[in-house]
C-alpha cells in the first residue's frame, strides 16, 4: 500500500484493525521520553492521519491537541470518527509549519517523517514552534513499551501483505541535521520496533 497517495480509508482500516493495541504505548514511549505527564502541555502531531493519537494526548490530558496533516482526506476521518474530539486540526505541510514561535511544549510525529520534501526545513520548523525547553519525539515504528504480542500479530499480519511503499531513512542522518540546528539529541531504538528521534530545545 502507497500510504502516500491513500485517500485514507486503508490506512484507517488496518490502524483500526492491527494497530490500534499500539497506540496507547506509543503515548507511553512519549511520556518516558519527556519524563512528565502530559496532562496541561501543549501537543502538535505532525501526519495526524485520521487521529488515533490524537484520541490518546486527549485521554491524557494534554491542554491544547493540534493535528496536522497533508491530507484533507484523513484530516476528515479524524473528525467524523470522533477521535480527534476537541483537537485543532489544520491541512498543512510540516515544512512549512503555520503557528508562532514556541507555540508548543511537544512536537510528536510517528511515521510521517519519511515523507518530508525537505527534512532540514521541517525540522528548523519544528525548533522554531518549540517552547524552551521543549520537546520533539520523531520517528517510526511499533514502539518501545509495546508488548511484543501486539508487535508478533502485526508482523505476521504484513508477511501476507504487498510489500510497503514507505521510504527508508537513516535515523542518523535525521540526528545530524537535529545537531546541526541545536539542542539535545537521542536516538532511542529497538531491533523490529522502530526508532525515535528525541529532540530536547
Not at 25 to 47: F, P, V
Not at 88 to 97: T, V
Not at 110 to 115: A, D, I, L, N, T
Not at 168 to 189: M, P, S, W
Request: hydrophobic share 45%.
Amino acid at each position: 500500500m502507497d500510504w502516500k497517495n491513500d485517500n485514507g480509508e486503508h490506512f484507517e482500516s488496518h490502524a483500526e484493525d492491527f494497530l490500534r493495541p499500539v497506540y496507547p504505548w506509543l503515548l507511553r514511549d512519549l511520556e518516558n521520553a519527556t519524563e512528565r505527564s502530559l496532562r496541561g502541555m501543549k501537543i502538535l502531531e505532525l501526519g495526524c492521519g485520521p487521529g488515533f493519537m490524537l484520541e490518546q494526548f486527549l485521554a491524557a490530558h494534554a491542554k491544547k491537541v493540534v493535528g496536522l496533516d497533508l491530507s484533507h482526506k484523513m484530516l476528515l476521518r479524524a473528525r467524523n470518527s470522533g477521535r480527534a474530539g476537541a483537537a485543532q486540526l489544520i491541512q498543512a505541510d510540516a515544512c512549512n509549519l503555520p503557528f508562532i514561535a514556541e507555540s508548543f511544549d511537544i512536537v510528536f510525529s510517528r511515521g510521517s517523517v519519511f515523507f518530508w520534501n525537505d527534512i532540514e526545513r521541517a525540522m528548523h520548523q519544528i525548533k522554531n514552534i518549540l517552547k524552551p525547553s521543549g520537546t520533539a519525539l520523531i520517528g517510526g515504528g511499533y514502539g518501545l513499551s509495546t508488548p511484543q504480542v501486539y508487535i508478533d500479530a502485526i508482523i505476521q499480519h504484513y508477511a501476507l501483505q504487498p510489500k510497503s511503499k514507505i521510504p527508508r531513512l537513516d535515523f542518523t542522518i535525521l540526528q545530524a541535521i537535529a545537531n546541526k540546528i541545536g539542542g539535545k539529541t537521542e536516538i532511542l531504538q529497538a531491533k523490529k520496533r522502530g526508532f525515535w528521534l528525541k529532540w530536547q530545545i
